[in-house]
Nanobody
């Protein structure tokens, strides 16, 4: 499977960005998907995840109420709407897909990764 993340950029604190993850190469809609982020010297962390149907989601505590994950299976795309951005949200954001339809939270369960998109939030 090929995952292509896009939508990153530079934004001021309090602003918004929408990330997109477009998939190709296998039956995207059968599997859940997660958005991760990573900063230099730190481990990659799961920010949000969504089940195959979109009926189940997960959010890391620091983004609850600010980020929304959604998917359009007809377009083989998952989105991460990021509002009220903070400087601490600055990171490279990756989309990834496991080989399961349910939401999973362990990084090791994700087998397929996109290339990452940089999000920079200025104060």
């Amino acid at each position: 499977v090929q995952l292509q993340a896009s939508g990153g950029g530079l934004v001021q604190a309090g602003g918004s960005l929408r990330l997109s993850c477009a998939a190709s190469g296998r039956t995207f809609r059968r599997y859940s998907l997660g958005w991760f982020r990573q900063t230099p010297g730190k481990e990659r962390e799961l920010v949000a995840a969504i089940s195959w149907s979109g009926g189940s989601t997960y959010y890391e505590d620091s983004v609850k109420g600010r980020f929304t994950i959604s998917r359009d299976n007809a377009e083989d795309t998952v989105y991460l709407q990021m509002n009220s951005l903070k400087p601490e949200d600055t990171a490279v954001y990756y989309c990834a897909q496991p080989s399961t339809s349910a939401v999973v939270v362990r990084t090791g369960q994700y087998a397929y990764w996109g290339q990452g998109t940089q999000v920079t939030v200025s104060s």
